[in-house]
Each structure stands twice: as structure tokens, then as C-alpha cells.
């Protein structure tokens, strides 16, 4: 008993340490919010009634737990879903420890117009739905009382998107507190302008911020960790900040032998920001940093490290399937962990900030990210979209984007603007309203009159130098670049001279040539490809070509609104996946391409409309699975072994089906029906497929794969009976019992003989026991007008999803699958 009694003593003394060790507290703050959907204009009272609110946890996205309609105002184009307004409020205390210090609130992202209270007290508002913010609440927090935080949402102008949004608090809130003298918000920019295999030199430039009523003498140490969390270099200064001050310091380390941040080997160090007086840590702050150094040449592309590399990317877009955008961690992973899988090394954030939790993960998973910040500009593209906000909020928007994100490793290249219809002579200022105009003007007074007369530049032009130079003043390490679809000289923001590497979207006829037009500029092809597809389905003959619509702006429909997955379909503006690839691959002088798109999302139904949703574009459809285009790119990205083949061998007697293959590493493949050779078929140069037409037998096929006469890899494909039971597979059986963790399970129906239906298209339906809950379900059918947050779901080409989601309890959680005439199933998944 004493033993217990000591043992009590050590954790409480052990406890009260760390506590008051914590110069900084950075809390977690999405726990227990009251929600209500719709509007009262006395909702930010601390007194408010919020007793009949919804309790919940944040990041929350409302939009995405109604069922689609085509009678929501955002269209299919935004996804089907509804807008609306909503309200968040949040009591909380802070303990009377904390009462002279600087407390703060920091959101990640609020879609959109967003206003937010403490205790009555309006802090501000930001009306762009992708940003990140900050408000200051020392000066109005009650010590060791109740104090309430409300934020109203209003996303009820519709439609203001292109694509879907979602709407709510999305992103994560956290409570900052720390001393009066600190490191400020984003107060680290971390660069390494001196780098080779050999040596590094580190630049470390640091904000400071006093925020008592007295001058403060401090010192300020600059620290060094390796990935283990060694200390390998440190630097210290004195200095002193005024009163209500923001001190700005500079310090440089050097660094021997340095392992240098990659794509293979994405190594991460740690700057640790220390602030001390007299002999006491004051504050404490953390930079990741990435040890690397590129370079794009006009002739012959990208670099890094001095190795020639070309950047195989996919354009993002932020939602998240069934879960809408709610930001969540292991499901952002499981996107980046499929898209590494298939070879991808390059990320797009299409077309806008993302969320942190991305670029803290391209950091570890190596990616090479081009950051966006707008999809228009003062133009707008959608009737209440950003281009009413842009005069007024394009700079503060722009700079908080770059303040935040400049120190991730991963990032390459900014990207300030994507189709923007400024690009165009027929917006000049006489279609502007004047506080458009005077924006642009009052810039243009600060640039070289004579230079700006010499080039007779159009506003478009001027607009887009100011953009660049609100970047470079900010990031001078990186290019900016824009996503064009004008791809001749005459587009304003190439006349700017403002841009670092010319974007091209789409337009693949002028990339061979590409000199020829822009003599000694660098390319990278920000968007391409946009073929449509639809997971497991086909359409014959599959070297006939579907160009869909017939314009862009031509409406188009027929009754199947499904792509057939021969990469034989696509847009008007794109092209196919193998025409794409096959000039990024031979042309050194394009240094890469981010694919439109990685995933399918939701929202731009492309070729269709309505009761379409969600978009045809992906690699993998909007559940995650992969297409068969998926193992074209796998067999070309990646040096592991792939043979792939498709589509499935449930067809008609006698029908005559295409059976492609994807192969690598391998001279020829050859294909047996029932054990009788097909043949064997080799690829053509800059073709990276080969096929067979067969007429369907009852039966298996099978593929091998031969390298110098030897087996490489052998598929089957076998025709299936009718399904009788119910399979489930969980990409985790382990999660973590945090109330966020979750455990994505992939459900499919076998017949008789424990092969995978390909055709099926079964209602599952899912119940759960234990310390978990359905977060959602999703199947990638396009046209599924069910709710994503139903417990039920058709298969789709033989497959579903169910995510199971923790709470805060570890144990155990079944998940059970039923339908009618099939054995059910169960899976267990543990949480810790």
C-alpha cells in the first residue's frame, strides 16, 4: 500500500512538472460543440438557449449528411447537396493559471462567410472557405469562468462553387495559450539557401512577439533534431522587444553530411524555436524542415537533388467521399498511401489551400505539392463565388496561405491562379466595378511607369505581377506558376513576364513544340488528361473513342450515365490517359503533369448532369477503388512488377469482349482460355497496353507475363455463379480509440466457390456493436442519389464500403453486413 501511495505521489509530482513545464499549450479544441442548422441573430449571446442544439464533434460538414437532389441550389455541379446556414457555439474555461497569458483561437478552415464571437464580442470574419485564420482572445476571456465561443456559417448563396464544398466548421480549431512573450503566429520561415550532398547551410528567420506592457530582454535559441530527435546543431541570440511588440530575428546553423529530403526518402529534421529569460524556457515552437534543393531547366525539366526527376502528379480536390470535407487524418492518408501505390509523386491542391494535415503528410510520404491558392479572380466562374470577395480579400487571403504553409518541405511550386478568366482581352476594366479597378490601378502606381508603358500591359497582366509579388516578397525559394488553358503568347498572364514556369491545362497539340512559342520559358503541365470512367464498366469496341461532351459547353445525356474503363473515353479539351503520358514521358523539356484527377469527388459530373453527382475523372473512384487506368499508371511509375488485366468474365455466350492487359518488367504477355492459348501480344512503342478480342466462353482466363522466356506474373479472371455470402476486408483490424480513427472496410459478395462477384450490385446493409459507429458508406457509382451517411448501400460493379469509425473507448467493435438471400457476415476490429 505504501508502495501505491508513493507511486500516486511520483505521477502527481511528475504530472505538476510537465504541466508547468508546458510553455506552450496547443489544445485540441473540437470536442463537444452545440450545432443548429438554420439562422438566429441573437445566437452569439453568452446567455443564448442552446439546450435543443445537436452535440457534437468537429470537423463537421452538414451539407454532406442530407440525401442528393437536383432541386438543391449548388446543382449537380456542386455536388447535389444543400447549403444553408448553421451556427457552432462552445463553452469553455480556462484555468486561472493561465491568467496572464496570450490565449488564441486558430481555425483551419470554415466553409464560407464565416463570423465568430467570444462572449458577445464579434472577432472577425473571413469570407474564404480554404483559409486558415487566427483571433487573438486574451482580451475578453473570463479567467476561471464560463466563456462561450459562437461562430456563425453561411453558405446558403448557391451555387459558389464549381465542385462540392461541404459547409461548416470542416477543418480543425485549436486553442493556443501561451506566455506573454512568444513566437508568433507562423513566426518561423526556415529556408536552406546554401545546399549540397556535402554541406547545408540553414536559415532560420524568426518573429517575436511581446505582448505584455514592457520592454522584455530574451534570448532566443535556434535547435537542430535529426529524425530520432538528436540535437546536431544550435545557435542563441540576445535581443529585446518593445512593448506590444513583433521582434524579427535572423540566425543560421550549418550542417555536415546532410540526408537530403526525396520522394524515395522523404527525411525530415526539426528546427526547435526556443525562447529563454533569464534561464527559463519562456516558449517553445517546432518547424519541420526537409534538407533539398531543385531546379527546373527549360530543356531538360525538373531536379531534385540534382537528379533528374519527372513529377508524375494528380490534381486534389479536398473532399473526402462519404465523409464530405470533413478533415480527417487516416482518411487523407489512405488517399496519399494509394496514389504512392500507384507511382504518384506530385499532388495539386486543386484548385485552393488545403488542409494542413495534407501538407504534413506529403512532408512524410514524399510528394512534390504545387500549393493553389484561387480558381478565379476578380471574374467569377460560378454566380456567388470567390470573385465578389477577391478585391478586398485577395491579398490578406494569398498571404496567410503562403505565411502558413512555407515550410513544408514538400511544397515546389505555388500556383496563384487556375483557368482564370483574366487571361482573356474581353475583361478590361469597363467590366469591372470600380473598386475592381482601383485596386488594380492603385498597384500599377507602384510599379515602373515606364516599363509598364513599354509592355502595354492590360490590367489582367498587372493584376498578375501583383499576385506573384505578394508570393516572391513572401517565398522568394520557390516558382509560381498558373494552370492556363489559353496556351498562347497573347494570354495576359504569360505577357505579365510575372510567372517562373509556364502551366499549361490541357492542350497537348502545343507541348512538343512548346519552344517555339515561349523560346527558353519552363513547362509543367498543371492539368491534363480529363478522361471519364466508371469503375467495372465497359463499353465495345474498345478502339472506338466516346468524346464527351461535344462541347463544353454543349449540354450532353444519354439514359447510361456511366464511362466505359477502356481509357476510350474523354473530353473535348483532354485526352486519353496513354496519349497523355506518352509526351510528359518522351519530352524532357515537360517536367511533369498532375492528372486530372487522382480520385473521383464530389460534385462537376462531367459529361453529365443530373442524377449524376460526383465526377467520372478519377484514377479511383470516389470510395477508393481503383480503376484498371490505376495499373497502366502502376505499370509505368512504379519498377515493381504489374500485370493486370480486364474486365471481369461474366458476359453473354459468343459475345465478343476486349480483354486488355497492363504490363512491365516483361517482353510479352500471353492470354489462355480454359488452358488454350490466346497468343502472345508485346506493346507497340508509345502504346501501354496490348489486347485481345475474344468471344466470351464460359470459363477462366488467365495471364502470364514472360521476361526473356521466363514467367513473371500470372492473373486469372473466372467466370462467376450467383452470390452467396457476404466478404469483409478492413485495411486496419487495429485502430485508435480517440473518437477520429478510422478503420475503412471494403465489402463484396462471393458465390459458391469464394470468388468476388464483378457484376454484383446487392443491397448491404450494416449495423454495428461495441465502441464504434458508421461514419459512412460509399460504393463510387456516381449516380447514387443515397445519402453517404446511410448504413445501407447497392454494390457497384461488385463493391461497397463501409467506414467504422472509434470513440473514445478502447475494445471492440463489430461491424455485421447483411442481405436478403445471403449469408451474412461480421469483422472485428480492435480498438486501443
Known amino acids: 500500500m505504501k508502495r501505491y501511495y508513493l507511486f500516486l505521489l511520483i505521477c502527481t509530482v ?92 486558430d481555425f483551419d ?56 464544398t461541404g459547409s461548416g466548421i470542416y477543418r480543425n480549431v485549436w486553442l493556443t495559450t501561451v506566455n506573454p512573450l512568444h513566437v508568433d503566429h507562423w513566426g518561423t520561415y526556415v529556408t536552406t539557401p546554401e545546399v549540397t550532398k556535402e554541406n547545408a547551410t540553414i536559415n532560420i528567420k524568426t518573429s517575436v512577439r511581446n505582448s505584455s506592457e514592457s520592454a522584455q530582454r530574451f534570448e532566443l535559441y535556434s535547435i537542430l533534431l535529426d529524425k530520432d530527435g538528436k540535437e546536431i546543431a544550435k545557435t542563441n541570440n540576445s535581443n529585446d522587444a518593445g512593448a506590444n511588440e513583433v521582434m524579427d530575428m535572423e540566425q543560421n546553423l550549418t550542417l555536415s553530411d546532410p540526408t537530403l529530403w526525396s520522394v524515395e526518402n522523404p527525411y525530415l529534421y526539426k528546427i526547435i524555436t526556443r525562447i529563454e529569460q533569464n534561464g527559463k524556457v519562456v516558449d517553445e515552437y517546432e518547424t519541420p524542415l526537409g534538407i533539398r534543393y531543385f531546379s527546373f531547366d527549360p530543356d531538360k525539366g525538373f531536379f531534385l537533388n540534382g537528379e533528374s526527376v519527372k513529377i508524375k502528379g494528380v490534381c486534389h480536390h479536398h473532399d473526402l467521399g462519404c465523409l464530405g470535407s470533413a478533415v480527417n487524418v487516416h482518411a487523407i492518408e489512405r488517399q496519399l498511401e494509394i496514389l504512392k501505390e500507384m507511382g504518384c509523386n506530385g499532388i495539386r491542391t486543386a484548385h485552393n489551400p488545403p488542409a494542413p494535415e495534407l501538407l504534413d503528410l506529403c512532408d512524410k510520404m514524399g510528394f512534390i505539392v504545387m500549393d493553389e491558392a484561387f480558381d478565379m479572380w476578380r471574374k467569377k466562374k460560378s454566380p ?56 488594380i490601378l492603385n498597384f500599377a502606381n507602384t510599379l515602373n511607369k515606364k516599363d509598364i508603358d513599354s ?125 497523355t503520358w506518352k509526351l510528359v514521358k518522351n ?5 511533369g503533369m498532375y492528372l486530372w484527377t487522382g480520385f473521383d469527388y464530389l460534385g462537376e459530373p462531367t459529361p453529365f448532369w443530373w442524377p449524376s453527382r460526383s465526377s467520372y475523372f478519377g484514377a479511383i473512384d470516389l470510395a477508393g ?92 479472371i473466372k467466370t462467376t455463379g450467383d452470390p452467396v455470402s457476404i466478404r469483409l476486408i478492413a485495411d486496419r483490424q487495429t485502430i485508435a480509440a480517440d473518437g477520429k480513427d478510422l478503420s475503412f472496410v471494403t465489402v463484396e459478395v462471393m458465390d459458391a466457390d469464394g470468388n468476388p ?38 454494390l457497384f460493379s461488385g463493391k461497397a ?32
Request: aromatic letters at 12%.
Open 587 to 591: 519530352y524532357d523539356h515537360i517536367s
Open 109 to 164: 478552415g470554415i466553409y464560407w462567410n464565416s463570423k465568430v464571437w467570444i462572449n458577445g464580442h464579434l472577432l472577425g470574419e473571413r469570407p474564404n472557405g480554404y483559409i486558415s485564420f487566427r483571433y487573438e482572445l486574451t482580451p475578453y476571456i473570463k479567467v476561471g469562468e464560463k466563456n462561450v465561443i459562437a461562430v456563425r456559417v453561411d453558405n446558403s448563396q448557391q451555387p459558389n462553387s464549381r465542385w462540392y
Open 455 to 579: 509592355k502595354d500591359l492590360h490590367v489582367s497582366s498587372l493584376l498578375t505581377i501583383k499576385l506573384v509579388d505578394i508570393v516572391k516578397k513572401l517565398d522568394p525559394t520557390r516558382p509560381v506558376t498558373i494552370g492556363n488553358n489559353e496556351t498562347e503568347p497573347s494570354n495576359h498572364i504569360f505577357r505579365s513576364e510575372a510567372v517562373d514556369i509556364i502551366g499549361f491545362n490541357y492542350h497537348e497539340n502545343n507541348w512538343v513544340n512548346f519552344h517555339e512559342k515561349f523560346p527558353n520559358q519552363k513547362l509543367i503541365i498543371t492539368e491534363s488528361t480529363s478522361a471519364l470512367m466508371s469503375r467495372g464498366y465497359y463499353e465495345m469496341p474498345s478502339d472506338s473513342m466516346n468524346i464527351w461532351p461535344e462541347r463544353w459547353d454543349k449540354p450532353f445525356d444519354r439514359p447510361i450515365h456511366h464511362c466505359s474503363s477502356y481509357d476510350n473515353c474523354h473530353v473535348p479539351w483532354g485526352s486519353t490517359h496513354e496519349d
Open 384 to 439: 456567388y463565388d470567390y470573385s465578389q470577395y477577391f478585391p478586398e480579400w485577395h491579398e490578406r487571403d494569398l498571404t496567410d496561405l503562403i505565411m502558413r504553409d512555407r515550410n513544408h518541405p514538400s511544397i515546389f511550386m505555388w500556383s496563384v491562379g487556375n483557368e482564370v478568366l483574366e487571361q482573356w482581352s474581353h475583361i478590361d476594366a469597363d467590366t469591372m466595378n470600380l473598386q475592381q479597378a482601383n485596386m
Open 14 to 105: 511528475l504530472f505538476s512538472c510537465s504541466t508547468q513545464n508546458k510553455v506552450r499549450d496547443t489544445t485540441d479544441f473540437t470536442e463537444n460543440w452545440k450545432f443548429y442548422l438554420g439562422d438566429d441573430s441573437v445566437a452569439y449571446t453568452p446567455a443564448y438557449d442552446d439546450a435543443g442544439w445537436r452535440t457534437l464533434d468537429l470537423p463537421h460538414d452538414w451539407s454532406i449528411e442530407a440525401d442528393f437532389s437536383v432541386d438543391n441550389p449548388a446543382t449537380p455541379g456542386g455536388g447535389a447537396l444543400p447549403g444553408g446556414i448553421g451556427w457552432y457555439r462552445k463553452e469553455f474555461t480556462v484555468d486561472k493559471s493561465n491568467e496572464n497569458k496570450s490565449i488564441y483561437i
Open 801 to 832: 464500403l463501409a467506414i467504422v469509425q472509434s470513440n473514445k473507448k478502447s475494445g471492440k467493435i463489430i461491424l455485421k453486413a447483411k442481405s436478403e438471400g445471403l449469408k451474412e457476415a461480421t469483422i472485428e476490429i480492435t480498438t486501443k
Open 625 to 716: 477503388f481503383p480503376k484498371d487506368i490505376y495499373y497502366m499508371y502502376q505499370s509505368e511509375w512504379t519498377d515493381k512488377d504489374v500485370l493486370h488485366i480486364f474486365p471481369h468474365w461474366n458476359w453473354q455466350e459468343g459475345q465478343i469482349i476486349d480483354i486488355w492487359a497492363y504490363y512491365n518488367n516483361a517482353d510479352e504477355v500471353e492470354l489462355f482460355l480454359n488452358d488454350k492459348s490466346l497468343g502472345k501480344k508485346t506493346k507497340e512503342k508509345n502504346i501501354y497496353h496490348v489486347f485481345w478480342r475474344v468471344p466470351y466462353q464460359k470459363g477462366t482466363l488467365k495471364a502470364i507475363s514472360y521476361k526473356n522466356g521466363k514467367e513473371i506474373l500470372t492473373k486469372e
Open 757 to 794: 462477384v464483378p457484376v454484383a450490385d446487392n443491397l448491404i446493409s450494416f449495423s454495428i456493436d461495441g465502441n464504434g459507429v458508421i461514419a459512412g458508406t460509399d460504393n463510387g457509382d456516381p449516380t447514387d442519389s443515397n445519402s453517404l451517411k446511410k448504413p445501407s448501400r447497392k
